[in-house]
């Protein structure tokens, strides 16, 4: 099975899993906790090297109050449960996200498994907290012209490679694999930038129920798609591979 290097995932249809049961919509979000565990630790065995959870969106406080404060208290007691086995399994935790608009405590306990992770090596797994990827790039794009404004940056000297350094995912590869569960087909804010050559799996799997065998079959399609980054399928497999592959009756179109 080919891997992706970075997976990233948004995890969807919580609220929807409860309330098919006639559950309050938090038990979804409980199952939901259950699921990333099992997903996370598959991920990690099968050698993922990055995996991306979108676990709360910038738009998400606006949810009923209570709902934000049971997800923050899942949050902080999936973070208690898991450090210790971050930290035998090797995973290094990361966050991105607006971090300054979580409580003092849920920060406390994020900075506390960061820390107690940063020398692991396996897998890095990063949760999107408060995060939005708009809000992200204003943040990005405000750093860089405090610098311009001080007088340590000239504006020529903004790249690609210097604002993709100023983004919460600074030193994160761009995922090569995007599912979204739930049947819903959009990025709703995720990653912008970052997924600009992912390959996208949109899964009508509700997340609690998106168990190993949904992430093995989401793989397999991974390892069908052809990524081209935009090049030509010649010029990524030479010439000869790709004009077979033709005359077996793949598209011809081949330019994005
Ligand atoms: C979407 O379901 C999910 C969220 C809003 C994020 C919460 C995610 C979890 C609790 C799982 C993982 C958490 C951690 C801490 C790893 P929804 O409520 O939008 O579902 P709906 O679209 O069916 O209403």
Known sequence: ???PRHLAIIMDGNGRWAELSSLPRIAGHQQGVETAREIIEECRSLGVQYLTLFAFSSENWQRPAAEVDALMGLLVAFLRGEIPNMLANGIRFNVIGEMGRLSADVQRILREAMEKSA???????TLALSYGGRDELVRAARTLAHEVQEGRLQPEAIDEGLLDRSLDTAGLPDPDFLIRTSGEMRISNFLLWQLAY???YFSSVLWPDFHRSELHHALGEFGRRERRFGLTGAQLYGEEIAAGEEKEGKPSNRES
Do not use: H
């Not at 020398?119 to 797994?125: A, D, F, I, K, W």
């Open 1 to 3: 099975m080919r891997i």
């Open 198 to 200: 992912a390959e996208l």
């Open 119 to 125: 020398g692991n090596r396996q897998m890095v797994l």
